[in-house]
């Protein structure tokens, strides 16, 4: 079993629609979950940063940790044209020294169409 | 404020020939360096992390190499590359949590 799982799509929705994406994960101890937004050819880009378990929302943007069940979600309300890129989940244990190495889902492609 | 930049955007190389990519980071000091190669549908694959000047890990065995001779300068090299090297390669950074601030990638083909 891989670490974190994520479904890489594609998916493709109308602009307005709800969108969620989610992994699952199978290491206990991560505390420390990311989402990423990659457009084409681009870096990816901070989202998203919760600590241990619960919500938080940033405007149209929800994450959802659910620690029992080791899955988390991103949600995108309303979503725009300019929403499609790639989500990349990410996690960490905080552990390893100073190093904080991340392990990353392998990205869902998002298209919100117009 | 922090910035991380990243140079050539994109790189057109040979078989054979030697790599040289560079990444700066800018606004923090003792940072986590990262290098990453991207390619479709096999994700991140972390190649190198450093911790501090001349503190280089590599996770993969491969045909690259990294070396920091500044604070807040991480070079990814390799003498000769190979086809197998191509890909989108990026260069992060961390301080004292574990939260990636991803430069901008380069794309290289070796032809």
């Known amino acids: 079993q891989k670490e974190v799982e994520q479904d890489p799509g594609p998916l493709s929705v109308p602009e307005g629609a709800i969108v969620s994406l989610n992994c699952t994960y199978s290491n206990s101890a991560f505390q420390y979950f990311m989402w990423y937004r990659q457009y084409s050819r681009k870096g990816p880009e901070l989202l998203m940063y919760t600590y241990s378990s619960g919500n938080k929302e940033d405007g149209r943007f929800t994450a959802q940790v659910d620690k029992s069940s080791k899955y988390i979600s991103l949600f995108i309300r309303d979503s725009q044209p300019s929403d499609s890129a790639t989500y990349l989940c990410a996690m960490s244990d905080g552990s390893g020294g100073s190093n904080y190495k991340l392990t990353f889902g392998k990205g869902t492609l998002l298209t919100v169409n117009p | ?111």
């Open chain 2, 1 to 111: 404020s922090q910035t991380i930049h990243q140079w050539p955007a994109t790189l057109v190389q040979p078989v054979g020939s030697p790599l040289s990519l560079e990444c700066t980071v800018e606004g923090t000091s003792n940072p986590n360096l990262y290098w990453y190669r991207q390619a479709a549908g096999r994700g991140l694959q972390l190649l190198f992390y450093s911790i501090g000047i001349d503190q280089i890990s590599s996770e993969v065995p491969q045909n690259l190499s990294a070396s920091r001779p500044q604070d807040r300068q991480f070079i990814l090299s390799s003498k000769k590359l190979l086809l197998s090297d191509s890909g989108f390669y990026l260069c992060a950074w961390s301080s004292q949590i574990p939260r990636y601030t991803f430069g901008s990638g380069t794309r290289l083909t070796v032809v």
